[in-house]
C-alpha cells in the first residue's frame, strides 16, 4: 500500500526547543491528519487539515496543509516532557471512501 | 468524547489457533477499520467496514478475516494464527463520509504474541 514520506524518523531535543516535522506525497490529498502515538497505546487525534494553505494551532501545536496538496507540516512549540511519542501523519486521497495513508511516523524524545 | 475500546491490551497465542479481536465504538460511527503496526512499516489497513455485515478488504487481508454483525461492534480474526501475525493490532472507526466526518479515532490497540 502508499506509504507518506514523514520526517524526521526520530527528533531529540531539550525542554523548551521548538519542533518541525513535515509529510510529503506523490499523490494530491484532500485532508491531512495529525496523531500522536503514546507507548502501548492507539494514536490520538491533535489536528485535521481539509483545505490547501489552511493554518491551525491546537495549543502549542501548529498544522498547515500544503498548497500543493502534497504536503504538510507539524509545528510544536516550546516542548515539553509529555511531548515525547511519536507522531503519525495521516493523507486521505480522493477515492470516494475515507482510506487513509499514514506516514511513517516521527519519534520525539524531549530531554528535561 | 468517542470512545473505541479493544477487548484485550494483550494476548498470547500458539501457532495455529484462531484469534478473536474485539472492537467496540460507542458514537454511532458508520464506518470501521482494522490495522497492524509494526516497526519500520507504519499502519497498514487490514480490512475496513463501512456498514453492518460489510466489508472490504484493506492492503493486507491474507490471513485475516473480519466481521460486522452490529454498528458498533468489528471483529477481526485469525483463522490460524501464524508467528508473522505478532504485531499490534488497532481498531478505527469514523463517523461516515464527507469534509469532518473521516477523522479516524483509535483504541488503545491489542498487542498480539504467537509462539
Known amino acids: 500500500g502508499q506509504q507518506l514520506n514523514q520526517s524526521p524518523q526520530s527528533m531529540f531535543i531539550q525542554e523548551g526547543e521548538d519542533v518541525s516535522m513535515n509529510c510529503t506525497s506523490s499523490?494530491?490529498?484532500?485532508?491531512w491528519l495529525w496523531y500522536k502515538q503514546d507507548p502501548g497505546e492507539g494514536p490520538v487525534l491533535l489536528i485535521a487539515l481539509y483545505k490547501a494553505g489552511e493554518l491551525t494551532s491546537n495549543g502549542r501545536l501548529t498544522a498547515q496543509f500544503g498548497i500543493t496538496r502534497k504536503d504538510s507540516f507539524l509545528n510544536i512549540s516550546a516542548s515539553i516532557p509529555s511531548d515525547v511519542g511519536i507522531y503519525f501523519c495521516?493523507?486521505?486521497?480522493?477515492?470516494?471512501?475515507?482510506?487513509?495513508?499514514f506516514g511513517t511516523g516521527t519519534r520525539l524524545l524531549v530531554s528535561p | 468524547d468517542v470512545k473505541v475500546t479493544q477487548s484485550s491490551r494483550y494476548l498470547v497465542k500458539r501457532t495455529g489457533e484462531k484469534v478473536f479481536l474485539e472492537c467496540v465504538q460507542d458514537?454511532?460511527?458508520?464506518?470501521m477499520f482494522w490495522y497492524r503496526q509494526d516497526p519500520g512499516l507504519g499502519l497498514r489497513l487490514i480490512y475496513f467496514s463501512y456498514d453492518v455485515k460489510m466489508k472490504e478488504k484493506g492492503d493486507i487481508p491474507e490471513g485475516y478475516s473480519v466481521s460486522r454483525e452490529k454498528k458498533e461492534r468489528f471483529s477481526l480474526i485469525l483463522e490460524s494464527a501464524s508467528t508473522n501475525q505478532t504485531s499490534m493490532y488497532l481498531c478505527?472507526?469514523?463517523?461516515?463520509?464527507?469534509?469532518?466526518?473521516?477523522?479516524?479515532?483509535f483504541g488503545p490497540g491489542t498487542r498480539l504474541t504467537v509462539l
Open positions: 478505527a472507526s469514523t463517523l461516515g463520509s464527507g469534509i469532518g466526518n473521516n477523522e479516524q479515532f
Open positions: 458514537m454511532d460511527h458508520e464506518n
Open positions: 499523490s494530491i490529498f484532500n485532508t
Open positions: 495521516a493523507g486521505r486521497v480522493n477515492t470516494g471512501f475515507q482510506k487513509l495513508v
